[in-house]
């Protein structure tokens, strides 16, 4: 894994995010994903599940509900790559309305762990919102 690479992996994670496309969030994943909104989460495991969680058709309770179109945008940068295991942090903005004024801003930080193939095996987010 280098700086590149995981900017890649960074943008089609946010590019996913904004289209909800099921394969282009499969896309990111290992079959075996271990990912945790919270770092104190039980991770939800496998490709499926993740999936399910970004469509907002997860049961467990700890997955974020599915945003609406034009409410949201982000950007996100590796800070640390190490072997296979990458850190980055960025900005999350949220609207009420799709043009509207930006209501919610959230300070990320990731750390992503990644296969031979750059795909995710391992992902715990952390993030503050902004007062």
């Known amino acids: 894994m280098n700086h590149e690479t995981a900017q890649g992996w960074l943008n089609r994670y946010v ?3 904004l289209s909800y496309d099921p394969d282009d969030i499969a896309d990111l994943f290992t079959e075996d994903v271990a990912y945790r909104y919270h ?16 469509l907002g058709e ?4 700890v ?13 996100y940068s ?12 960025g900005t999350s903005h949220y609207r ?3 043009g509207g004024a ?9 750390i992503i762990r990644f296969d031979t193939e750059a795909r995710c095996r391992e992902f715990t987010e952390y993030y503050i919102r902004h007062p």
């Open 63 to 75: 997955a974020s509900t599915r945003d609406a179109p034009g409410t949201y945008e982000a950007e």
């Open 96 to 98: 009420e309305v799709p």
């Open 15 to 17: 590019d996913a995010w």
């Open 78 to 89: 590796p800070v640390a790559v190490d072997g296979d295991t990458v850190v980055a942090t």
């Open 102 to 110: 930006i209501v919610r801003t959230f300070e990320n930080c990731f």
């Open 39 to 54: 770092p104190y989460d039980d991770p939800i495991v496998g490709r499926d599940a993740v999936v399910a969680s970004w």
């Open 58 to 61: 997860d049961t467990s309770g």
